[in-house]
């Protein structure tokens, strides 16, 4: 996934959206999603969600820019009109596969490039390892080789904004498995997809590409037996993370960032 930065008009969608759904998970365990689309001095909040109260969205507008006042106002967003259009208590249709790609690093969302260079400046957002998104107010972009602008109106983007049974316990499992195999299997990418369908004989329909020594279908195999992807369970684990920081403290520790079936992966 790119690196978002939370200075930046991307990072300030996509920080509403889980600001958002962080009120809604105060009222219980309810399925949603939630977009955040900045069309200027327009904010727009689009979604839906399985709670059946309607969120006070005006107040938790005003709440968020108290919150974030500096980086708003640096912005030119020290204040912004919000547009309602969540739609409330809908039965959520709930995906069950998912892709990811994966490095091997401290944060196997990121690839070490963009961990060592995320800090750098606060006007630029990596999105890859050869192309950085330039904020409007930037005019220092003589080192840079590859560059682009942000488009007029920004979305949020997955897994902000989605609650944990909408793709987002799945995102965190996955990077849970890949930070627990990639130096056993020898390999510094993969990509992974992770399903919690069951084949003909009981087996996630799971996949996985590596440019490992070993066999992929191999390490699928050794995925199988070590790991039981019960994600209710696994969502225990969650319990207390903020989702805000996502956005705000990407590369500190998380709580699936463990790795506690290290010694369980091996391969014969």
């Known amino acids: 996934m790119k690196y978002i930065n ?3 008009n991307r990072g300030v969608v996509n920080l509403l959206a889980d600001y958002i759904l962080k009120e809604i998970n105060k009222k219980g365990d309810y399925d949603s999603i939630i977009e955040v689309t900045d069309c200027g001095k327009f904010v727009l909040v689009n979604g839906m969600t399985s709670l059946e109260t309607l969120l006070e969205l005006n107040t938790i507008k005003t709440s968020f820019i108290e919150e974030y006042k500096e980086t708003l106002e640096s912005l030119g967003y020290g204040e912004f009109n919000l547009i309602d259009l969540l739609v409330y208590d809908v039965e959520l249709t709930k995906k069950d596969t998912f892709c990811f790609d994966f490095y091997n690093t401290s944060r196997p969302t990121y690839t070490d490039f963009i961990i060592q260079h995320a800090g750098l400046d606060n006007s630029l957002s990596i999105t890859n390892d050869l192309l950085y998104e330039v904020n409007f107010s930037n ?5 840079l080789t590859n560059f682009v602008y942000p488009p007029l109106s920004i979305s949020s983007e997955f897994p902000h904004g989605y609650s944990l049974n909408m793709g987002r316990s799945h995102y ?5 498995i890949a930070h627990n195999i990639m130096n056993p299997i020898v390999t510094q990418k993969l990509s992974f997809k992770i399903s919690t369908r069951l084949d003909e004989e009981e087996d996630f329909m799971i996949d996985i590409k590596s440019n490992s020594m070993y066999n992929d279908g191999f390490v699928k195999s050794m995925i199988l037996d070590v790991f039981d992807f019960d994600l209710k369970t696994f969502n225990e684990r969650l319990g207390g993370y903020d989702f805000l920081d996502d956005i705000l403290l990407p590369f500190d520790n998380k ?6 079936r290290t010694n369980d992966c091996v391969i014969f």
């Open 139 to 143: 005019d220092d972009i003589e080192e």
């Open 255 to 260: 709580p699936w960032l463990v790795k506690d």
């Open 172 to 176: 965190y499992y996955s990077e849970y």
């Open 6 to 8: 939370p200075n930046l």
